[in-house]
């Protein structure tokens, strides 16, 4: 007797989980979890939101000369300063080419930042990538030559160039020089954030317990566990993305 309550109780307990399972599946219906073999479809993206549906304008609405079997198709298109293409209704459209997100290619998404593209190597609810980008030098007074020239006035009524200053020549302009910097990107608003100790705990508060460990931890380990922290986040919270459309 013992051993039937036993069973009617498992079965009973069971069927009270059933509702729970069928909605977990219905919320996953359409969508495949992310792993490092997912390849997104290959396009151009002109917003986050088509690389959240993993709907990009696909090649064969771009309008180009340029062969679309190239391996070098998406750099040529983009060398231009507009991209054409037929949208959803059929119609040409044009957007400038600073103004898309990014494309992917054989399945992995590239970023734009200061009109370059950049891989993303490191795909999940969190995003981790690498880009090049040119920074100005900029010290006192904001000087037009980019450093600090004691003829300049910050307040407008001496911004010229003064032939007997020192830093004086015709052909001066700011300095600029190139380096690489990390980014994040928050999958779920597509805002992309420079990684660094307090962008890594903003992103972390989405999981509690990941959380409250990050805080506790000195302002040195926080800096030097960023990326151990923003890989348990994925793992515990995995990332889903919509099958292709075939």
């Known amino acids: 007797m013992l051993k039937i309550l036993r069973i009617i109780f498992l079965i009973s307990l069971f069927s009270q989980c059933m509702p729970v399972i069928r909605l977990s599946g219905q919320e996953k219906e ?8 997912f390849k997104f479809t290959d396009g151009i993206y002109l917003n986050f939101d088509e690389v959240k549906l993993n709907s990009p304008i696909p090649k064969s609405k771009i309008l180009t000369s340029i062969d679309y079997n190239d391996r070098e198709f998406f750099k040529k298109i983009l060398e231009g300063d507009k991209i054409y293409f037929y949208d959803n209704m059929g119609v040409r459209q044009e957007i400038p080419k600073n103004s898309i997100w990014g494309y992917s290619r054989n399945g992995v998404l590239y970023v734009q930042v200061q009109d370059n593209f950049n891989r993303i190597t490191f795909v999940g609810n969190i995003c981790h990538f690498v880009a090049d980008v040119t920074t100005i030098d900029s010290h006192s007074y904001n ?11 910050p307040y407008g009524y ?9 830093y004086y020549s015709p052909y001066r302009s700011n ?40 805080v506790q931890l000195s302002r040195k380990k926080k800096k030097d566990l960023m990326f151990v922290y923003i890989r348990k986040f994925n793992e515990n919270n995995p990332l889903y993305i919509p099958v292709p459309v075939q």
């Open 30 to 37: 359409g969508m495949v979890k992310y792993t490092p073999d």
């Open 143 to 153: 000087s037009p030559y980019g450093y600090y020239d004691p003829y300049y006035s």
């Open 158 to 166: 001496s911004n010229y160039y003064n032939p007997y200053s020192p």
């Open 175 to 214: 300095m600029t020089r190139s380096e690489l910097k990390q980014y994040l990107i928050d999958f779920e608003s597509g805002k992309v954030l420079e990684f660094d100790a307090d962008n890594t705990e903003l992103l972390l508060m989405k999981d509690n317990k990941l959380y409250e460990e990050y």
